[in-house]
């Protein structure tokens, strides 16, 4: 056994959530070391949509640029067909507006882009590797843990020499996915269903295959058959690389027994050449964690939630699960937070990951057509049932695939770090953003000098913003946060417009950009707020 090494944060698994952790720790100088059982490779696509509020983190990160250039490209559109093949009849259109590209948006200064983990991961290990307070080590796998009153002992073995070593850590983070040995050791119950279904995914390669059909270029293909939705053609990179998921009501469990030729040409209409990638059986679930924090151990990511694809949701869960720890991880290092600041991570995360599987499933369900025996007819009949399903695809399936309220409208409320402010909650929509400062609430995008976003103010410590009459005073606030030693600054916003937008003359934002208080004076007892906000109301 080789001596012990030590950080104040290990991050078990180096897979998007805890590579993006990486990146949050190191942007915030944290030091951290991440272990890896793999080489880092990613040889078969899985998760393909980093919606704006993952693109909000990486542009904190300073990596929004070089995803946006790994994703598809920026005229690719997003559009999502149904269809009986590519070159059958085309039963239903879905168009994003608010995905892709470069263009303005007035809920983000980004958009959500479609960059597969092929893609992604790599520029989030390229960033992580940058940053100096990380350490990243591949071909290392955690075996087990004790905790101590201090801290983590964890025990590592190094996959090329067969090595063991221990790494001692104030706090460990397991990242490590839908079979987390961490979780396993810890015995945390499950809620949720263990299996939705088998589905395969076939990964092959052909050249602008828009060019044999009369689709055109879209991004996600839905396959209708006779015995109702049987499998989904994605676009990965735009270009010559796809994905068939065969996702019926069969059960696949050995690729071997697939005929992939069949399965390709039943899809396009056609036989067409192509080259096979890879070929991947794996397990549809609907699982939470019903617990995300041991002591001074954290669940999070897949290890923590694990979503059906449908809607894009856990990649990007996983990703908001970072946002709202990393910031607490520094704050309790530093010392400036209170002791229940930590717990709050799963009273504010536990509820948004139930939300947003639960949505992935009934999103799944809703995708089951009913079979049709006369959809693949020119007859009356088979126009009738086309449009039938038309119908109900429109309007039942559209929010899998347009859901700006999940990916920027969920608040953290209730919160034992927010302050309510006794106002009604805005009601939650699976599709539309509202822009809101209600307390625990994203705080909204505003373009500002030189082109800027608010949200580029917010990251490091709180962020007091303020609009509208220069009289309010940000003062009590300031004083009573250096008084705890919390970070803090304040601007002022004028105009008009953000005076609206921001609804409360002052508005105090975390570090991961949710509204922490609002008022329309500076309040009566500002300890009180600043000691709520950091975790030590009753302090
Ligand atoms: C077919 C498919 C399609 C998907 N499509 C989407 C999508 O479109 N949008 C979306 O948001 N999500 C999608 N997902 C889900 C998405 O891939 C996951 O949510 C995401 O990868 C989770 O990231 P993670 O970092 O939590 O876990 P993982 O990506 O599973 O990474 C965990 C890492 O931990 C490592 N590890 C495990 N045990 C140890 C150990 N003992 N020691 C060291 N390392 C360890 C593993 O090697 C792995 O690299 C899809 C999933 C599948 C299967």
Redesign the pocket.
Known sequence: MQQSKSAPVLI???????LGLACDLGWRGVECIL????DGEISHP????ENARTMEMCRRWGIAEAVKKAATPADYPHTVVYVTSMRGYEIARIDRPTHGGNAASPASPERTQRCN?LWFDPVLKQRAASLQSVTLRYR???EGFTETAEGVVATMVDLMSGERETIEARYMVA???????VRGQLGVPLEGELSLGYPI?IFFKTPELWTRHDKGKTAMNFLVGPEGLWGNLTALDGRELWRL?LQGTTTYRDPSTVDVAREISRAIGCEIPFELMSCQS?VRRDMVASKFRYGRVFL????AHQ?S?AG?????T?MGDVFDLGWKLEATLAGWAGSSLLDSYEIERLPVARRNVGEATASFRRQALQGTHAILEASAEGAMERAQIKDYVIAETTRQFVSDGIALGYAYAPSPIVCADGTEAPVFDVQRYTPTTYPGARAPHAVIDGGRSTLDLFGRGFVLIKTGSALVDTKPLLAAARQRGVPMTAYHLPGLEIAELYQRPLVLVRPDGHVAWRGETAPADPLAIIDRIRGAAGA
Not at 175 to 181: D, E, F, Q, T
């Open positions: 078990v698994g180096g897979g998007p959530v805890g272990v890896e059982q793999t899985r998760a393909n949509v983990q290392t796998r955690l990242c490590c996915g839908g079979r987390s040995p995914n998921t794996w999070a990511g897949d290890a979503h694809p894009g949701f856990g990649l990007n996983g």
